[in-house]
C-alpha cells in the first residue's frame, strides 16, 4: 500500500510540473506577443519571429501535454499492477474473503484510472486552452 501512494504522489507531482511547463510556454507566448506590438522593426522581421515564437510554445505545450499523459499513464500502469498482484496474493491466502478483496480492488483500480483521465484532460488543456 506505501508503494501505491508513492507511485499516486509521483503522478501529482509529474502533473503538477507539466501543467507549470505548459503555463511557462503560455506565458512565453504571451511576453512574445507583447515584445511585438512593442517593437517597431520591419513588418517581415516581425512576422518571421512571431512564426519562431508560436512555434516554440506549441512545442514546449506539446512536450508538456506528452510528459503529463505518458507519464501518467506509465506510473498508473505500475500501481495497478501491484494492486492486482497484492489482491491475487490476497485471494489465494484467504479464499472466502474473495468477494471483499475484488471489490476493494475495483475500487482502488477506479481511483487510479481516475488519476490517469485526469492528466489526459490536464495534457488537452495544456494543448487548446493554455
Known amino acids: 500500500m506505501k508503494k501505491l ?10 502533473l503538477t510540473a507539466a501543467v507549470g511547463f505548459g503555463l511557462t510556454a503560455s506565458a512565453a507566448e504571451e511576453s512574445s506577443a507583447d515584445n511585438q506590438s512593442q517593437a517597431a522593426v520591419s513588418e517581415q522581421t ?3 519571429s512571431a512564426a519562431e515564437s508560436d512555434a516554440s510554445a506549441t512545442g514546449q505545450k506539446a512536450i508538456a501535454a506528452a510528459i503529463a499523459v505518458g507519464l501518467a499513464a506509465a506510473l498508473g500502469t505500475i500501481g495497478m499492477g501491484i494492486a492486482v498482484s497484492k ?5 489465494a491466502r484467504q479464499p472466502e474473503a474473495s468477494g471483499k478483496i475484488n471489490s476493494v480492488m475495483m475500487l482502488g483500480l477506479v481511483f487510479i484510472e481516475t488519476l490517469v483521465i485526469y492528466a489526459l484532460i490536464i495534457a488537452i488543456l495544456i494543448i487548446f486552452v493554455l
Not at 489482491?87 to 485471494?91: P, V
Open 5 to 14: 501512494s508513492i507511485i499516486l504522489a509521483l503522478i501529482a507531482i509529474i
Open 46 to 48: 516581425t512576422e518571421q
Open 87 to 91: 489482491s491475487a496474493e490476497s485471494i
